[in-house]
């Protein structure tokens, strides 16, 4: 090893020895996590609170509604328009008020029309129970009503109304037209309906008998048949008691006598009133004079 090269090894290590460390990077206060974290929620803040700004002027609803009326004009010029309006199940319901309440007429544009709208509008109308309505693309509008099935004519204080299943009122016009269907009397009657003609669908020769049902006490019924007969319906039992009223008619034909009542209420016979007296039948059939 030569002189030169040991001497040159003994400089750069005493350079080492007495060269200062390295200095620490500072870095700058903006580009800490905090400070980057407090500029991204303050730009959101304000960002939100300008858009909550724009929301509350009306601007953003008023851009919104005019682009989607640019759109819906646009749409119209390709043909998208109402041509044809099909209606699926109407029967009773008029078609004029039908279309009154669709609001809608050929040539509209078929994106414009407000079909919820349409609906509930239709829904409203007396006959109707439900209804929906569909676009088909490009042109055509479905509407399908399921109307209401009437069930009876609803007698209270004098005034007539043809009721459905349900109870709901259809109309109060032009009943002449339903004069075949039986008729219940009282002013909580249109409530049990359903549980009358539940009972009476029972037996369907029978049913087709009865021309009138009046609540009693709102606790019963009492049965008008054809030819004048009145069948008093229990409280309780009363699909029990009529079908037993059909049994005795399968095996005794006691309609087809001189009978002015049949009464039902007591579980174990049946009480049959004529113009010469009363007669009460026992569950087995024997019956006796009272």
């Known amino acids: 090893m030569s002189m030169l090269s040991f001497f040159s090894r003994k400089v750069r290590a005493k350079a080492e020895k007495t060269s200062p460390p390295p200095r620490r990077r500072v870095v700058p206060l903006w580009r800490t ?17 300008t858009g909550w700004l724009l929301w509350q002027s009306g601007w953003m609803t008023r851009i919104y509604e005019q682009a989607r009326w640019a759109a819906i004009a646009r749409s119209a010029d390709l043909g998208l328009t109402v041509k044809d309006i099909l209606v699926v199940g109407r029967r009773m319901t008029a078609r004029g008020d039908l279309l009154n309440a669709v609001r809608l007429s050929r040539g509209a544009p078929i994106l414009a029309f407000d079909f919820k709208a349409a609906r509930e509008r239709i829904e409203q109308l007396p006959w109707v129970k439900t209804a929906s309505v569909e676009r088909m693309l490009p042109n055509t509008v479905v509407i399908r009503v399921h109307e209401r099935t009437p069930m009876a004519l609803w007698q209270n204080d004098g005034q007539f109304a043809l009721i459905d299943e349900d109870g709901e009122v259809i109309t109060r016009k032009h009943l002449e037209r339903f004069a075949d269907l039986f008729v219940v009397v009282g002013p909580d009657a249109p409530e049990h309906i359903g549980g009358l003609l539940e009972i009476l669908s029972s037996q369907p020769a029978l049913m087709r008998r009865v021309r009138a049902a009046v609540r009693v006490g709102g606790r019963r019924w009492d049965l008008r048949l054809a030819g004048g007969i009145a069948v008093r319906l229990p409280e309780k039992g009363a699909l029990t008691a009529w079908k037993r009223l059909a049994r005795y008619e399968r095996e005794h034909d006691v309609l087809a006598r001189d009978v002015r009542i049949l009464d039902l209420r007591l579980p174990d016979r049946l009480i049959i009133r004529t113009s010469g007296g009363a007669k009460a039948v026992s569950a087995s059939g024997s019956g006796r004079e009272t």
Do not use: I, T
Request: no cysteine; net charge neutral.
């Open 33 to 49: 996590p905090m400070a980057v974290f407090a500029a991204v929620f303050l730009g959101g803040m304000s960002l939100g609170m």
